[in-house]
Structure formats: structure tokens, C-alpha cells
């Protein structure tokens, strides 16, 4: 078929003189540089997909052997054995099998390194730039929730205190109010002086922080807060309600505290590291 189109433009030539032999080799190397960007295009189809690179950290920050748990995730599988009550279980058989393996639960996974993986802007945070001093700093929070078939667990790595909220996370004037498990965070300070590198870096980083959190299970509590609920009656639909009376628990529920082994502060995807304190 290219031999065909060849001569024929050839014969074209012959007959149109020197704008025909012009334009033909104008159609000629339109045909030519068409050929090869289709041959480009086929060789890139046949590319193998790019592979996602894999990041090795070493410990206590390798996620290889470690109990791998993310803000409002799933816990650990048998973290409910650090607290008392009863066992998970969708038959009293299955509770009480399971009840029989707390002890052994618990030293399994007293031994074990959980790695908290975090980021900005939400548990990682970079303060606004501190000019006369030339620093930033940066907050990682000192305990997350997760949850397991029973409901929530937090886990904090730092001080973690249960505590009634104030009226921004709570509904002002209400009667009641839910405690919450409250840690303070781990604070990094970081020194920039130039102002042009600051600004750089806060513009670059801002929503690109990330931070690893290795510790081991520790202490186990649960906090509750027993209180005494109105009874509140109504009339819907020519039908007396009632609802509440007798005792509920606004507690913070159950915490499991951490010994730290270390947290790590990067940038870049995990690939820079900023801090790593131990």
C-alpha cells in the first residue's frame, strides 16, 4: 500500500512540474513523520505499568511486623482483651471461647509494636510561620480513636486525660455532656530564619506532612461517668411517651496507653525525614 501511494505521487509529480514536486514531497514527509508517531504510540502501549515504590523504614517504623492502625479505623484484632467485661461474640459459646484466650491475647499483644500512621492537616499540624524567632512548630496529636466490634478505643501515646469538652465541642447549656479521652501533643520545633525559605516550605508542606507513632500496649482504663437522666414525657399523635429516667454512662469509655517507642515527622511522601525522636 506505501509502495502504491509512492508512485502514485511520483506520477503526479512527473505530470505538475516543480509545485507538484514540492507538494508531493510535502505529503511524502506528512505520510513519513505519520508512520512513525504511530509506531511511537505502539511502543508506548506496550510498556510495562509503572510499580508503586515501596518505603523501608527502619524500626520501630517498618510496617512489616508492626500492628498498622489509622485515625477512626479498625483496631488491632484482640485489643478488647486489655479491658474487662465481656468478650466479643455473636453466641454465648463464641464469648465464652473467646474470654478463655483474654490472658493469652494479652501477652501476645503486649509484646507487639502498633505504628499509628498520621497526617496534615488533621493530626499532623505546621503553626504559622513564628518570624521573630524564625521557627515553625509542629503538632502531633497525642491519641487517636479506633474501633472494634464492642465500639471505640482510643489510644494515646501521650498523657491522655478524660475530660468533659468546653462549649465548642459540646452543645452550650446542655444538660449533659460526653467526656472525651484528651492528650496533649508531641511538639516539634523547626528553624527556618529566611523568610523566603519559610515561605517556601509552609507553602510546600502545609497539607504534606506526615508522621509515624510506634508504641507498644501499655495500661488499660475505662472511664465512666454515671449519671442520673430525666424523664421526659410527650404526647404524639394522641399517644402519652415517655422517654429517658434511670442511670446512664457519659463516660470516655475505654483507653489503652502506649509506651512510646518513637515518632517520626517527614515530608515528600515519607521520603524526607524532619524529626525522629526516640
Not at 511511537?40 to 520501630?60: F, G, N, Q, T
Not at 488499660?220 to 442511670?247: H, R, Y
Given at each position: 500500500?506505501?509502495?502504491?501511494?509512492?508512485?502514485?505521487?511520483?506520477?503526479?509529480?512527473?505530470?505538475?512540474?516543480?509545485?507538484?514536486?514540492?507538494?508531493?514531497?510535502?505529503?511524502?514527509?506528512?505520510?513519513?513523520?505519520?508512520?512513525?508517531?504511530?509506531?511511537?504510540?505502539?511502543?508506548?502501549?506496550?510498556?510495562?505499568p509503572l510499580v508503586a515504590e515501596v518505603l523501608h523504614l527502619p524500626a520501630p517504623y517498618d510496617e512489616s511486623g508492626a500492628l498498622v492502625v489509622l485515625p477512626d479505623g479498625p483496631c488491632p484484632d484482640g485489643l478488647?482483651?486489655?479491658?474487662?467485661?465481656?468478650?466479643?461474640?455473636?453466641?454465648?459459646?463464641?464469648?465464652?471461647?473467646?474470654?478463655?484466650?483474654?490472658?493469652?491475647?494479652?501477652?501476645?499483644?503486649?509484646?507487639?509494636?502498633?505504628?499509628?500512621?498520621?497526617?496534615?492537616?488533621?493530626?499532623?499540624?505546621?503553626?504559622?510561620?513564628?518570624?521573630?524567632?524564625?521557627?515553625?512548630?509542629?503538632?502531633?496529636?497525642?491519641?487517636?480513636?479506633?474501633?472494634?466490634?464492642?465500639?471505640?478505643?482510643?489510644?494515646?501515646?501521650?498523657?491522655?486525660?478524660?475530660?468533659?469538652?468546653?462549649?465548642?465541642?459540646?452543645?452550650?447549656?446542655?444538660?449533659?455532656?460526653?467526656?472525651?479521652?484528651?492528650?496533649?501533643?508531641?511538639?516539634?520545633?523547626?528553624?527556618?530564619?529566611?523568610?523566603?525559605?519559610?515561605?517556601?516550605?509552609?507553602?510546600?508542606?502545609?497539607?504534606?506532612?506526615?508522621?509515624?507513632?510506634?508504641?507498644?500496649?501499655?495500661?488499660?482504663?475505662?472511664?465512666?461517668?454515671?449519671?442520673?437522666?430525666?424523664?421526659?414525657?410527650?404526647?404524639?399523635?394522641?399517644?402519652?411517651?415517655?422517654?429517658?429516667?434511670?442511670?446512664?454512662?457519659?463516660?470516655?469509655?475505654?483507653?489503652?496507653?502506649?509506651?512510646?517507642?518513637?515518632?517520626?515527622?517527614?515530608?515528600?511522601?515519607?521520603?524526607?525525614?524532619?524529626?525522629?525522636?526516640?
Amino acid at each position: 500500500m506505501k509502495r502504491l501511494i509512492v508512485l502514485t505521487l511520483l506520477a503526479a509529480a512527473a505530470c505538475g512540474g516543480k509545485d507538484s514536486s514540492k507538494r508531493t514531497a510535502d505529503q511524502l514527509a506528512a505520510l513519513e513523520k505519520k508512520r512513525a508517531e504511530e509506531k511511537k504510540a505502539e511502543k508506548v502501549d506496550k510498556l510495562a505499568p509503572l510499580v508503586a515504590e515501596v518505603l523501608h523504614l527502619p524500626a520501630p517504623y517498618d510496617e512489616s511486623g508492626a500492628l498498622v492502625v489509622l485515625p477512626d479505623g479498625p483496631c488491632p484484632d484482640g485489643l478488647w482483651a486489655f479491658f474487662p467485661g465481656e468478650a466479643p461474640g455473636s453466641t454465648p459459646d463464641e464469648k465464652k471461647a473467646n474470654a478463655a484466650h483474654r490472658k493469652d491475647l494479652v501477652a501476645a499483644l503486649s509484646s507487639r509494636t502498633i505504628l499509628v500512621k498520621l497526617r496534615s492537616p488533621a493530626t499532623v499540624t505546621l503553626s504559622p510561620y513564628d518570624a521573630p524567632n524564625g521557627k515553625f512548630l509542629i503538632d502531633v496529636v497525642g491519641t487517636i480513636d479506633c474501633t472494634d466490634s464492642l465500639g471505640r478505643i482510643a489510644l494515646a501515646w501521650t498523657d491522655a486525660k478524660a475530660t468533659t469538652p468546653g462549649n465548642s465541642a459540646a452543645k452550650e447549656g446542655a444538660d449533659l455532656t460526653q467526656n472525651v479521652w484528651v492528650a496533649p501533643p508531641v511538639t516539634f520545633e523547626l528553624f527556618i530564619k529566611s523568610l523566603t525559605e519559610a515561605k517556601t516550605f509552609n507553602d510546600k508542606n502545609r497539607f504534606g506532612l506526615s508522621a509515624r507513632v510506634a508504641f507498644t500496649p501499655g495500661k488499660a482504663e475505662v472511664d465512666k461517668k454515671v449519671t442520673k437522666v430525666k424523664k421526659v414525657k410527650a404526647e404524639a399523635a394522641g399517644e402519652k411517651l415517655s422517654f429517658g429516667g434511670g442511670s446512664e454512662d457519659w463516660g470516655a469509655g475505654r483507653l489503652l496507653r502506649g509506651t512510646l517507642q518513637g515518632v517520626r515527622v517527614a515530608t515528600e511522601q515519607e521520603k524526607k525525614e524532619l524529626f525522629n525522636k526516640k
